[in-house]
């Protein structure tokens, strides 16, 4: 079994990760900042433990990272608690649903919502984010690495124009975490960030967060207990609590906080390295496949890949490869349906590779021969 859908979820963990949880399931933690027994004050240590190391895994102060769900749940947050129909907000088509459709429900309330066009390789460069720009834009909202091919936004320019012009960033790493550093910038703007732990952070499903940086006032989403303010009718809008409304997910927070301790371990640049060395040899291996079609724009990109083979459903494809030769890939629309129409694989989709540090290159050489015999049928 060869497993390439990294960009869907890790499956292979550190076995750091499942002792953790599995501690966490059988040890003596409570439930976090409800009560003041030992158990309850334990999880609320581990937890703030836990926070302590998320947050120094991305360079920020602990109490500017949330707890989420998930990466859906933290752009939710961000964009339907930092916007209003005052707001004017660049995006691009690169976009997953996570962000479009918040972004969607927002323009449908009143906020203006603009968009970077895609060039014919289904990237955009930085001066497409300049020209898209209004005078009245206040914030803009992209995904740091494409989903389906990989490609990586051009941060630091969005980062320092954001900065320059007081605009509000909401940034999407649910793919970028875990593969690079975050880029260094000389200036910070006011950004809301979200992650999710379950992909190249190698962490367990049903961990993520949201990373606050600058002053930023969110209105919460979802409401309920909060551990603090009982009296109130209204949820705390202070933060993090804005984002943790009712009971922590711990076992996957202890899963996570494990799994970017491993990460720091091995190395994010060793690990990097060695993930962008298998889509390497995989691009290299392919581009002399007949009638095979690979997407997008940079060489040096994350660690996805996507491509075609002829006219072929990219859903008989990726059933071909698990079921002839057990290699395990995802077809069909990704979830980026601006970059299909863009791409015009609307009905095709695209066949997506996507790899983790548990990959090896005998499993690419055989990925790469299982697509040589397909394309041959194509013929
Ligand atoms: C770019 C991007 N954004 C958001 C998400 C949503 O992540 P999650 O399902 O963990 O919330 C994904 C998941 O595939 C993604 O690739």
Known sequence: MIYLDQSATSLKKPAEVARAVY????GTLGNPARGAHQAALEALKAVGRARRSLADFFGVGPMDLAFTPNATYALNIAIKGALSKKDRVLTTRLEHNSMLRPLYEMQAQGMALDFVPLNKQGFYHWADVRSALRPDTTAIAVNAMSNVTGDIAPLPEIAELCFKRDLLLILDLSQYAGTRPLPV???????LIAFTGHKSL????????LIR??????RPLITG?????????????SFPEVCEAGTLNVPAILGLEAAVKWLTR???????????ALRLQLMEGIQSIPHLKVYGAQRDAGPVAAFNIAGMD?????????????????????CAPLWHEAMGTREQGAVRFSFSCFNTQEEIDMAIAALRAIAKTAD
């Open 23 to 26: 501690q966490a399931l059988t």
């Open 185 to 191: 910038m000389k200036n910070h703007p006011r950004a």
């Open 202 to 209: 190698y962490g367990p499903q049903g961990s993520g967060g």
């Open 213 to 218: 940086r600058g002053p930023v006032t969110l």
């Open 225 to 237: 207990g909060s551990g603090v303010l009982s009296f109130s009718h209204t949820h705390p809008d």
């Open 266 to 276: 091995q190395g994010l640049m060793h690990v990097q390295e060695q993930v962008d």
């Open 314 to 334: 990219s859903g008989a494809v990726s059933q071909l490869l698990d079921e002839q030769y057990g290699i395990m890939t995802r077809p069909g629309a990704h």
